[in-house]
């Protein structure tokens, strides 16, 4: 299993201090399936949706973000090629989608969880002039969700 970590802080496959929400089961098996952490997919789709499966992101750049991790239709091809809006529309396939292209993004760049959080938001990493990535306000978002559960 590969280890991520977020400064000194080490982020493992657990629940605990996690505030339940109505889908904290669903999380927890589809980030141990993935095998990401719990925390990242739980602070993922908090930021995506606030927890709402229902939510939809209309021509999000290239296509609608839908459900409760707004992942696209294209990017859910990358990892199952029979994707499809329906597909997504459920929780449980919307989350093992999302959680399975954090693990790409993380496998992408070497467990970087910067770089992984900036591309599943993204879908690649890039950086300004001044080495900050393009949307640096993503990932802060999302490092804050991981500590408010640590």
């Not at 739980?42 to 296509?63: F, I, M, Q, T, W």
């Not at 990017?75 to 929780?91: C, F, G, I, S």
């Not at 790409?104 to 950086?127: F, I, P, T």
């Amino acid at each position: 299993m590969k280890v991520i970590t977020l400064g000194l802080t080490l982020l493992v496959l657990t629940t605990a201090n996690v505030q339940a929400t109505k889908f904290t089961d669903e999380i927890a098996k589809a980030a141990f399936e993935a095998q990401i952490p719990f925390q990242l997919l739980y602070a993922v789709c908090k930021v995506e949706s606030n927890h709402n499966p229902k939510a939809l992101n209309r021509d999000d750049g290239v296509g609608d973000s839908i459900g409760f991790c707004q992942i696209k239709v294209a990017t859910a091809k990358l990892v199952d090629k029979t994707a499809t809006r329906e597909k997504l529309l459920n929780v449980d396939y919307n989350l093992k989608m999302s959680a399975l292209y954090l693990r790409y993004q993380l496998d992408r760049y070497e467990s970087d969880l910067r770089k992984a959080v900036c591309a599943y938001n993204a879908g690649s990493y890039r950086e300004k002039s001044n080495g900050k990535a393009v949307n640096e306000i993503y990932y802060i978002k999302v490092k804050h969700q991981i500590f408010t559960i640590l």
